[in-house]
Structure formats: C-alpha cells, structure tokens
C-alpha cells in the first residue's frame, strides 16, 4: 500500500492521499446499499475493483477499498473499522470532528469539500455532493477509473427494503425525502466532467433516482462495463 498514511493521532489536520494502485485496468463496482441490491451474489464482482460503500463494507469483504464520510457512523462504527481488512477512505471537514482515536490503521483520513458540485482532482479532497455514494465515486475518479457500474444506488428514502441488515441502517436516521431527490439530482452536474474524460458509468438500479447515467438491470449493467 504506497498511499500516505497522514495524521491518525488527531493532533493536526494531516489528510491521507489517493494513489496508487489505480484502477484503469478493470471495471470499478461501486457499491452501496440500495434494495435493488436484496439477495445479490457479491461473488460475481470477482474481477472489478470494488468500492463499498458504508455498510457495504461489511457484506464485501474482500473489497479493494471502503468508504463513508458522514461523523455519526465514523464514530459508531470505529471498533468495527478495526477488522475491516481493506483500506478505508473517509472524508471529514477535520480529523478531530471525528474524535481523537486510536483509529483504525487502515483508515485514509480525506478531506471533505461540501461545494462546488463537481469532481475534486486533489488526492487529499472529495466533494460530497452531500452523500457518500456521489463522494465514493470521486474516489473512484481520483483512481482513475475509467468503467464504472453503480450498484444499489436507488437514492430514495425508503430504507424498508434495504439491501441487507447488516448494513446496520438505523431507521431513526432515515433522511427526508426531498434530501435524496437533490442529492440524486446532484450527480448530473458531474456528467460532463465525466464524458470529457472518458469515463463510463452505469447505474445498474432500475428505478434509480440518479438519472444523470444509463439505468440498466444488473446482470446488463456488468456486461455493459467488462
């Protein structure tokens, strides 16, 4: 792993970096949470570079990387990190917010940009887009990915029907509706940006709010980026 490391012990603001190894050979799976999701084979991405997002990082063990940006679940979940046996991308305004650790040694501290809608080029940041699954695919971006399939990324507020229990949704944390509409809506500012440079993406979630892509089941979406 030739990636910085930066400044676990919370004493200053030191962001990690994203480098190598990148991952313009082979498809990227971006995976989320979503009910598309419900009974899915995660088997069948041997082969991609794997970007599990959130809870996700607990079904996929064997991802090539994690990531996740919200305080809450960095701080409810910082045990768990621990045996997590990939590294772990997680974007914060500042190390501190998430408290003083010890943090996981796999942990890659970045830093998070709210604003402007777009795709940071700068290794140590991610722009949010106001979620994890649009700051994920920065990461994917910033690996320079160039096939892309979302998968589970329906982006809508019923968490009901959500793709697996242990990816610990709390419900009391469920957002508003309106919320997911503009993140969903977020994504067709990077479009361009991505087509520019030549970057397929695929949304393999069907009734996905996130129009921005070509929407397509699963099994077409994965033939779609080999």
Request: with cysteine.
């Amino acid at each position: 792993m030739s990636e910085n490391h930066g400044d676990h012990n919370g004493s200053r603001e030191a962001f990690s970096t994203v480098g190598p190894p990148w991952w313009s050979d082979r498809p990227v799976a971006i995976v989320g949470n979503g009910p598309s999701l419900r009974g899915f084979e995660f088997e069948r991405l041997r082969g991609f570079h794997v970007l599990a997002v959130k809870g996700a990082m607990f079904n996929v063990p064997w991802a090539a990387a994690g990531f996740g940006l919200d305080i809450p679940r960095y701080i409810e979940w910082s045990g768990m990190l621990k045996r997590v046996p990939f590294i772990v991308y997680w974007a914060t305004p500042r190390i501190s917010f998430l408290g003083f650790g010890p943090h996981a040694n796999q942990v890659r501290f970045l830093r998070r940009i709210d604003a402007p809608f777009m795709l940071s080029d700068d290794p140590h940041t991610v722009y949010s887009g106001g979620s994890s699954g649009y700051g994920a695919l920065n990461v994917a971006w910033l690996k320079r990915a160039k096939r892309i399939v979302l998968l589970g990324f329906e982006y809508n507020a019923d968490f009901a029907g959500h793709a697996d229990t242990r990816a610990f949704i709390d419900k009391s944390r469920v957002q508003d509706p309106g919320r997911w509409k503009q993140w969903a809506q977020n994504f067709g500012c990077i479009k361009r940006q991505l087509e520019v440079a030549g970057v397929k993406v695929i949304n393999a979630a069907p009734d996905s709010r996130i129009t921005a892509f070509p929407k397509m089941p699963i099994d077409d979406a994965l033939r779609e980026v080999q």
